[in-house]
């Protein structure tokens, strides 16, 4: 069975940095992709960061380049992301997602919150 296992949210001020990480368990054929999104009180889910598990290429959002890394530790099956310079709109529920290499299937944590004040 497919598992991802978030932790790290909480609340920090302003200017602060957390770190969130997701465990992954259970993908028998492997993981294509694996990264994180969030979801804002009353707003859409949105991509904040992912990572390629076939060449390394990683992706983030505008809103947060420069500010957040994301990394992995294959040995742990574990993708971190560190999170600097964090902002009140950053406030969110964070959401750790993988997608399979064979049929491209996504598979969601139950999410972390992250709460920044100003």
Known sequence: EVHLVE????????????????????????IAEI??????PGKGREGVSCISSSDGLVYY??????????????????VYLQMNNLKPEDT?????????????????GQGTQVTVSS
């Open 7 to 30: 932790s790290g949210g909480g609340l920090v001020q302003a200017g602060g940095s957390l770190t969130l990480s997701c465990t992954a368990s259970g993908f028998g054929s492997g």
């Open 35 to 40: 990264g994180w999104f969030r979801q804002a």
């Open 61 to 78: 959002a505008d809103s947060v380049k420069g500010r957040f890394t994301i990394s992995k530790e294959n040995s742990k099956n574990t």
């Open 92 to 108: 969110a529920v964070y959401y750790c997602n993988a997608v399979t290499p064979v049929g491209k299937y996504n598979y969601w």
